[in-house]
């Protein structure tokens, strides 16, 4: 009726009904491909173990295969692995997640916001799910694993995911103003951490001047530490937990700020232009 306001709903009620939006918004993003949200995780273990042995032959074939850290050979190539996996996952979680010109933005509730949070959170669970299975079904299958530190080693893999997700912040408030620049970019930079994140290497074994072509790299730190929690022979020296945390919080002020810009000249002509 004309002149009925809302009811009064107070800091927590908002939050709580913010929440149960996010999370509808991320089954329905993670069931957005496959029906079946088990048979998304299981595309997602298909392609770490793919990933996996393909390194892993690769390295067999050129006669390297000696981990750089006393250790499980295959636990130090999927630590790696695993950290690129999630921090590329949350760069496409948030490029991919509904703009400001998208049909969905029209209901009251949903904001960009929710839509990117909804994104990150399916990607996330799917990533963390997928790689507790692949780690218990070698630790049972294949060989014992142990790691000295799992409460570290799962802080940076979080570390490692919301670099992504600050990256793709940045990528996102792009997006609407330069869509084919917008995917370039997002294209360039996860085709460049293949190599760029250092994932088969160890910072403590490269060169001054192969340091420097890699620890600008938030993931490259990530990745590093990662492995100083998982190994108890290795100590990480040239890398640093406060650099990743520094840099993922700048990009995010950044994304957030372009973001904001974006929505509130957001066109229902930029849809036509994706």
């Known amino acids: 009726m004309i002149g009925q306001t809302q009811p009064y709903q107070s800091s927590w009620r908002k939050a709580l009904s913010m929440a149960d939006v996010i999370y509808h918004t991320a089954v329905r993003d993670v069931r957005k491909t496959h029906s079946n949200a088990l048979f998304a995780i299981l595309v997602n273990m298909l392609q770490l173990v793919v990933m996996v ?49 998208s049909p969905m933005m029209k209901h009251a509730p949903m904001t960009t916001i929710i839509s990117i949070l909804a994104s990150l959170l399916g990607a996330l669970y799917i990533q963390v799910i997928s790689l507790l299975t692949v780690l218990f079904l070698y630790h049972v299958i294949v060989n014992p694993i142990e790691i000295q530190d799992p409460v570290g080693a799962m802080g940076m893999l979080l570390l490692a995911f919301f670099t992504g997700a600050a990256v793709g912040m940045c990528l996102v408030a792009l997006k609407p103003w330069a869509p084919q620049l917008s995917s370039i ?17 160890v910072a403590n074994t490269l060169p001054t001047f192969m340091l420097k072509m890699f620890d600008w790299n938030p993931l490259f730190h990530a990745i590093d530490q990662a492995r100083g929690f998982i190994f108890i022979n290795y100590n990480p020296h040239n890398s640093s937990i406060i650099y990743p945390i520094v840099v993922g919080l700048i990009l995010l002020v950044i994304g957030l700020m372009g973001e904001f810009f974006t929505r509130k000249h957001a066109s229902a002509s930029w849809s036509a232009r994706r």
């Open 53 to 101: 042995a393909s390194f892993y032959l690769f390295f067999v074939i050129l006669g390297i295969r000696q981990s750089a850290i006393r250790g499980d050979f295959l636990l130090y190539m999927m630590s790696g692995i695993f950290l690129f996996m999630c921090h590329i996952k949350a760069v496409s979680a948030v490029t991919s997640s509904e703009g400001p010109a």
């Open 185 to 201: 970019l997002t294209q360039i930079y996860q085709r460049a951490n293949m190599i760029a994140s250092g994932k088969m290497f």
